[in-house]
């Protein structure tokens, strides 16, 4: 494993972090503690569960509500798809 100070950490973060996300065990020394930097994947519905308190049928119903919505949406053309080039001339 790296470990690294605070400060050694702060001032190459991006590329701590990069090379943590490539699956380099990377550690910051923080007092008599080492802290890693790991990948994690983040999934909505657990977020949800853990956040919110939430029951698996409580998210089902609100996944269930949102495709419906989309669907009437893209139905109507009030949901359009775009691309890179025209988000950016929108924003521009």
């Not at 050694?8 to 973060?13: E, G, R, S, T, V």
């Not at 790991?38 to 949102?66: F, H, L, M, N, W």
């Amino acid at each position: 494993m790296k470990t690294l100070t605070i400060t050694d950490a702060k001032k190459n973060l991006g590329r701590w972090l990069t090379a943590a996300s490539q699956g380099e065990d990377i550690g910051i020394v923080c007092g008599a503690d080492i802290i890693a930097l790991r990948k994690v994947e983040v999934e909505s519905t657990d977020y949800a569960q853990r956040e919110y308190g939430t029951t698996p049928e409580q998210i089902e119903t609100v996944e269930k509500v949102t495709d419906e919505r989309y669907r009437q949406l893209k139905r109507s053309g009030k949901l359009v798809t775009v691309t890179v080039e025209q988000l950016r001339h929108m924003i521009d």
